[in-house]
């Protein structure tokens, strides 16, 4: 069975409010997966900050 054209009369356009929504969906899933990956490594840092600072306070100042 042969395929059927592109250009045939029987092929319907695509809706684009569809293509709309599914494009924004697929950002946000793209933001959602960067957000996942970004904000924990960032606490992760702050975290490292906040027990350098602390244990530098312990330890006086050493001049």
């Given at each position: 069975m042969?395929?059927?054209?592109?250009?045939?009369?029987?092929w319907?356009?695509?809706?684009?409010a569809?293509?709309v929504v599914?494009?924004?969906?697929?950002?946000?899933?793209?933001?959602?997966?960067?957000?996942l990956?970004?904000?924990?490594?960032?606490?992760?840092?702050?975290?490292?900050?906040a027990v350098?600072?602390?244990?530098?306070?312990?330890?006086?100042?050493?001049?």
């Amino acid at each position: 069975m042969p395929w059927r054209s592109f250009s045939s009369n029987s092929w319907k356009p695509e809706n684009r409010a569809l293509v709309v929504v599914v494009t924004a969906l697929q950002l946000l899933l793209i933001v959602v997966v960067w957000l996942l990956a970004i904000v924990p490594a960032g606490l992760l840092a702050l975290a490292a900050i906040a027990v350098k600072a602390i244990k530098g306070a312990r330890a006086g100042p050493e001049a």
